[in-house]
């Protein structure tokens, strides 16, 4: 017989990235009694890796869990990022409820129209947040009307838009449910979710069925599956049977080794959970996330919606550069491809392929950011590659035409560079959707837009809004090609030959562009150094010493007049290569270089490149 678990509520925290989520699960941890008084904290607790303390977003759901007047309150806190919206869609499965997270300022964004459609999806009531109330220019009212508009919208039914709304300063600490009457505390929030979001269903007496939603990786345990008890119960050293809704034909049958439950921020083992629990389950190999733990006398496989399909690829490849292995320590085709296969376990929105060639790998994944992320922890840990410009994965239809990935772009900019932000998309093949004055003399402006015409545009972006532009956006679907786009109009400044740049060869080369390199940096010939003022790529000879003499001495390079190189980040680097060159990631260094590093062979591969265009 289907009961209610009274005792336990389950809810995700869902919004657009920066509205902040993390700082609200931070918020109900403080005041549910889960830190000593006297236990020193930082901000955004939930936000456990480095990155994600260095971005201030959040890259991995995270599950914790609080006790409020008895009843237990599993929390999780999802990516607000659309790169990461696989992580989003696999956690929501778990939940009865969504607390949607809005910015009293911002309002619905990109990411809330994609995070709340698919709560909607499940059918999943909300309670909807107005974050930041706080800020000075906050306008509440107004994002309650833009949040029902939004509901509206996407086909929400009574029970949706009859949601309660909560008003928050998640950073003060505090929630009301009457902006004319300032809150003390969270326990406005607390009592909603008690009474908002639904007890958990299921059957205690059937056998057990839990769907893993979830993937977590330990190098001591191997793999982790994180999942709600639908039925029945679940117990250590349980003989269960594995199943998927996708893949049926596949049953194994395991043991349950390790039973974990969430408290605060910590899994505590436990010996049985009950219907309704989130738990984590160890000690089965190959867990993957849709498989549905049952008991061996009912195998009946949950359903499981297939997460998106990626949208973005590059190409990771052992460094062959001149100065390879100098750097990293995991350096080998061997080691690039065991990491990126172990990235699997816990990224469901990643795919890995193998080449032609064993020394390269195609991964695919979700953005620009989503790869970033993946290539910026890599590095952290030790390993050196190279990898290719981003490219979009293309489908075809029925009748062989071609179809690309196109996105929503959201963009909110000082009226004075619209015209500029304008141009720039239009020649991108952007289509202009929407245009609105919105406070703080700023325009809101909505482009439909190829994936391939936001790849290294986010630079010039904040070049041309002088770094007062918001950019955000969000996939669409696929559409037929756009035509073909012109990405970088400037060339490259190219090293002659091997060497350490001095002060004088990189004083003579600046008057051809701008340089990526200091005097003492170590360089090598098709290395690039620096970006063409003309259209072609140029060489140069940056280690270029003066010759001596009775009256000019190498001193006197002292007054040399330089230019400050421009330094890039790992996205700026990834943005502005082109399809004939690399980046070469190591721990301490990022260099962009030719594929092809040989002049001559390079000049050959171009004119051969020419003639096959003139051709086709």
């Not at 309150?73 to 696999?90: K, L, Y």
């Not at 490849?317 to 990491?339: E, F």
């Not at 140069?540 to 002292?558: A, F, I, M, P, Q």
């Not at 007054?559 to 190189?565: N, T, Y």
């Amino acid at each position: 017989m289907i009961t209610e678990r009274t005792d336990v509520r389950n809810v995700a925290i869902i919004a657009h990235v920066d509205h902040g989520k993390t700082t609200l699960v931070d918020g109900l941890l403080r005041q549910s009694g889960v830190f000593r008084e006297n236990q020193e904290m930082v901000d955004r607790v939930m936000d456990s890796n480095d990155l994600e303390r260095e971005r201030g977003i959040t890259i991995l759901s995270k599950n914790t869990a609080v006790n409020y007047n008895g009843v237990k309150i599993n929390i999780i806190d999802t990516p607000g990022h659309a790169d990461f919206g696989g992580e989003v869609e696999r956690v929501l499965k778990m939940v009865d409820g969504v607390i949607l997270v809005v910015d009293a300022f911002e309002g619905p964004m990109p990411q809330t129209r994609f995070v709340t459609k698919k709560a909607m999806e499940l059918g999943l009531p909300f309670i909807v947040c107005i974050n930041k109330i706080d800020r000075p220019e906050a306008r509440p009212t107004q994002v309650i009307d833009e949040v029902l508009e939004l509901l509206l919208d996407l086909g929400a039914d009574d029970l949706q838009l009859d949601c309660p709304f909560v008003f928050a300063s998640a950073k003060q600490g505090v929630a009301t449910l009457d902006l004319g009457s300032p809150g003390v505390s969270m326990k406005p929030l607390f009592e909603t979710i008690i009474k908002s979001i639904p007890a958990p269903k299921g059957d205690p007496d059937e056998p057990t069925q839990m769907l893993v939603s979830t993937i977590d990786y330990n190098e001591y345990v191997g793999r982790i599956g994180v999942g709600k008890v639908e039925n029945g119960s679940i117990h250590v050293n349980q003989d269960v049977v594995i199943v998927n809704h996708h893949d049926p034909d596949n049953v194994r049958k395991v043991k349950v080794s390790k039973l974990y439950e969430f408290e605060g921020l910590k899994k505590v083992e436990v010996r049985e959970a009950a219907c309704g629990s989130i738990v984590a389950v160890s000690g089965i190999e190959e867990l993957s996330i849709g498989d549905t733990i049952c008991a061996p006398e009912k195998v009946e496989a949950i359903p499981f919606q297939k997460i998106s399909e990626p949208t973005i690829a590059m190409t990771f490849c052992v460094n062959d550069s001149p100065l390879a292995g100098r750097d990293g320590k995991w350096v080998t085709s061997r080691h690039i491809r065991d990491r990126l296969y172990r990235e699997l376990n816990t990224d469901v929105s990643l795919r890995v392929e193998d080449t032609d060639t064993t020394e390269a790998f195609r991964v695919s994944g979700r953005g620009e950011l989503h790869l970033s992320v993946l290539i910026e922890t890599m590095r952290r840990e030790g390993y050196e590659f190279a990898v290719s410009k981003a490219e979009v994965i293309y489908h075809y239809d029925d009748n062989g035409k071609r179809l690309e990935p196109i996105e929503d772009c959201l963009i909110d900019v000082p009226d004075e560079f619209s015209g500029n932000v304008i141009q720039k998309l239009g020649e991108r093949k952007g289509e202009l959707i929407g245009m609105t004055s919105i406070t703080g003399g700023y325009t809101r402006l909505e482009f439909h837009i190829p994936s391939r015409g936001l790849i290294g545009y986010r630079g010039d972006f904040m070049t041309d809004t002088k770094g007062n532009g918001i950019m955000n956006t969000i996939f669409l679907g696929y559409e037929p090609y756009k035509g073909d786009i012109t990405y970088r109009k400037q060339g490259s400044l190219i090293a002659f030959e091997a060497g350490t740049a001095v002060a004088y060869g990189i004083f003579n080369a600046q008057e051809r562009g701008a340089m990526f390199i200091r005097p003492g940096d170590e360089v090598y010939s098709g290395m690039i150094v620096g970006i063409s003022g003309k259209s072609e790529d140029i060489e140069v000879n940056v280690c270029k010493t003066k010759h001596l003499t009775n009256t000019r001495t190498s001193s006197s390079d002292e007054a040399l007049r330089l230019v400050p190189p421009r330094i890039f980040s790992l996205e700026q680097a990834i943005e502005f290569i082109d399809a004939d060159e690399l980046l070469e990631v190591t721990p301490h260094h990022l260099r962009i270089r030719k594929k092809i590093l040989d002049p001559r062979l390079r000049k050959r591969a171009m004119i051969s490149a020419a003639a096959k265009n003139a051709n086709a």
